[in-house]
């Protein structure tokens, strides 16, 4: 396997350094009335700092997010398309992303308001709905809350990640809910298919619950996660990752029925845990015996606790187990656009 390294430079300390040092003094002096807010956001690795050597190999260099006012888009275009120079620090400031021949700079400038839009679906800055927040995945939050901002003269985009910091708590409590009835569903039949001498199958539903597992992993620990290619990088951060990564390897590929159930036991126990600290259960057993068989399931009363902490009636009536676009699907052509993850939500239907 090839050994992956730390870039010379990451793409975000590089963005940054193009905006203090060509970006600003070029729209101060050619437009110094035009209120710029700029940071870089957006799809890449560097945004969510996981950039590496191998990342320079398509898409990385000098990108840019710009946001200026809806009148004033045409015009900071027009002065970064004529004034910028070739290059910054030996990289070329334009280049041509994969899958398109074109070779432009990628000072990309628009409106806040659309580059939240093309991401969510609504300004979160507003009364976001039940089913807005169903409808967004935790990579399109990424690409808002994470990156660096390097300036922001009143405030807008800060109070928009502000607004994006976590669930309401009612939501939180709803997702948790169904990740425990997503492993619900499973969790019996891990041990059925292992007894039953098909390690594949059993390795498969195990790969899916402990997904589950991972996923309910960050919402316990009030933290955003990002596509699969960097879900597992950024799951290791998590403060119980260390000590769940065994248990759920186990749960992945325990040797026998018993191994797997005792992984996925020690895992529900840990997330356990952190869900007591955050004050959201008061269960002491975390799973209980499938039937007379010799499989376990959740514990239900974790999920009923969480339920009677539901006070909003249109969350509170939301179907158990359903859950998020995310807990839906992992079908990437519908997590990437916005219009089919509100569709599958049925956002204009709630509202």
């Known amino acids: 396997m090839a050994r992956v390294t730390e870039p010379r430079e990451s793409g975000v300390a590089l963005a940054q350094q193009f905006f203090v040092r060509v970006v600003r003094p070029l729209l101060a002096e050619r437009a110094p009335d035009i209120p710029v807010i700029a940071a870089r956001l957006?799809?890449?690795?560097?945004?969510?700092?996981?950039?590496?050597?191998?990342?320079?190999?398509?898409?990385?260099?000098?990108?840019?997010?710009?946001?200026?006012?809806?009148?004033?888009?045409?015009?900071?275009?027009?002065?970064?398309?004529?004034?910028?120079?070739?290059?910054?620090l030996g990289h070329p400031t334009r280049f041509a992303f994969s899958g398109d021949s074109e070779e432009r700079h990628h000072v990309d400038v628009e409106t806040l308001?659309?580059?939240?839009?093309?991401?969510?679906?609504?300004?979160?800055?507003?009364?976001?709905?039940?089913?807005?927040?169903?409808?967004?995945?935790?990579?399109?939050?990424?690409?808002?809350?994470?990156?660096?901002?390097?300036?922001?003269?009143?405030?807008?985009?800060?109070?928009?990640?502000?607004?994006?910091?976590?669930?309401?708590?009612?939501?939180?409590?709803?997702?948790?809910?169904?990740?425990?009835?997503?492993?619900?569903?499973?969790?019996?039949?891990?041990?059925?298919?292992?007894?039953r001498g098909d390690a594949l199958g059993a390795d498969l539903i195990g790969a899916r619950i402990a997904h589950a597992m991972m996923h309910l992993s960050f919402l316990a620990n009030r933290t955003w996660w990002p596509y699969a290619k960097w879900f597992g990088t950024a799951w290791a951060q998590l403060p119980d990752a260390d000590d769940l990564l065994r248990p759920l390897r186990g749960v992945i590929a325990g040797d026998t029925a018993v191994a797997r159930n005792t992984a996925a036991e020690e895992a529900l126990t840990l997330i356990l845990w952190r869900l007591r600290a955050r004050g959201l259960s008061t269960v002491d057993e975390p799973a209980?015996?499938?039937?007379?068989?010799?499989?376990?399931?959740?514990?239900?009363?974790?999920?009923?606790?969480?339920?009677?902490?539901i006070r909003e009636p249109s969350v509170r009536d939301l179907p158990l187990g359903v859950g998020s676009v995310e807990q839906r699907t992992d079908n990437v052509d519908i997590l990437v656009s916005v219009a089919r993850r509100r569709d599958l939500v049925g956002a204009e239907r709630l509202g």
């Open 42 to 88: 957006g799809t890449g690795s560097d945004v969510l700092g996981f950039d590496d050597d191998m990342s320079r190999d398509h898409d990385w260099g000098l990108r840019l997010n710009v946001f200026v006012p809806p009148g004033d888009v045409g015009v900071v275009r027009r002065i970064l398309d004529e004034q910028l120079p070739a290059e910054f």
């Open 113 to 195: 308001e659309r580059f939240t839009a093309e991401r969510l679906g609504f300004d979160p800055r507003s009364r976001a709905t039940v089913a807005d927040w169903l409808s967004v995945t935790g990579q399109s939050i990424l690409e808002l809350t994470a990156g660096r901002v390097f300036a922001d003269p009143f405030g807008e985009l800060t109070a928009l990640r502000q607004a994006l910091d976590w669930y309401p708590d009612d939501l939180w409590r709803y997702l948790i809910a169904c990740d425990f009835g997503r492993i619900d569903q499973e969790l019996p039949l891990l041990g059925r298919a292992a007894d």
């Open 288 to 309: 209980l015996p499938f039937w007379d068989r010799p499989y376990i399931r959740p514990n239900p009363e974790i999920v009923d606790q969480l339920r009677a902490g």
